[in-house]
């Protein structure tokens, strides 16, 4: 089993930066692919940024500029940097991950708890 423990999530005035963290522990055979969504309250959850197993990046219009996922493989953990924050990226964020578990079966996508992220002053 594929498990996600996030972190780093709090309240920050805007202007400011917060960085999350996604732990991944289990046994994976192979990662596809990671991400961070955010879910706002009464809105759909959104995708925020991904990075392929390539190092190809993708971000939501709204972030480009601002927010830096990257990873650390010898941690098993990836992260979401987040500067000059606003009050509109208050959410609570999710990481995900893409893998397989063994060497034949079908990728799948695992979630983290999501942690909330408050931009206030």
């Known amino acids: 089993q594929v498990q996600l423990v996030e972190s780093g999530g709090g309240l920050v005035q805007p202007g400011g930066s917060l960085r999350l963290s996604c732990a991944i522990s289990?046994?994976?055979?192979?990662?596809?692919?990671m991400g961070w969504y955010r879910q706002a309250p009464g809105k759909q959850r959104e995708l925020v940024a991904t990075?392929?197993?390539?190092?190809?990046?993708n971000y939501l219009g709204s972030v480009k500029g601002r927010f830096t996922i990257s990873r650390d493989n010898a941690k098993s953990t990836f992260y979401l940097q987040m500067n000059s924050l606003k009050p509109e990226d208050t959410a609570v964020y999710y990481c995900?991950?893409?893998?397989?578990?063994?060497?034949?079966?079908?990728?799948?996508?695992?979630w983290g708890q999501g942690t909330q992220v408050t931009v206030s002053s």
């Open positions: 289990g046994s994976i055979f192979r990662l596809y692919a």
């Open positions: 995900d991950v893409e893998v397989t578990t063994t060497g034949w079966d079908t990728s799948r996508v695992y």
């Open positions: 990075l392929t197993s390539g190092g190809s990046t």
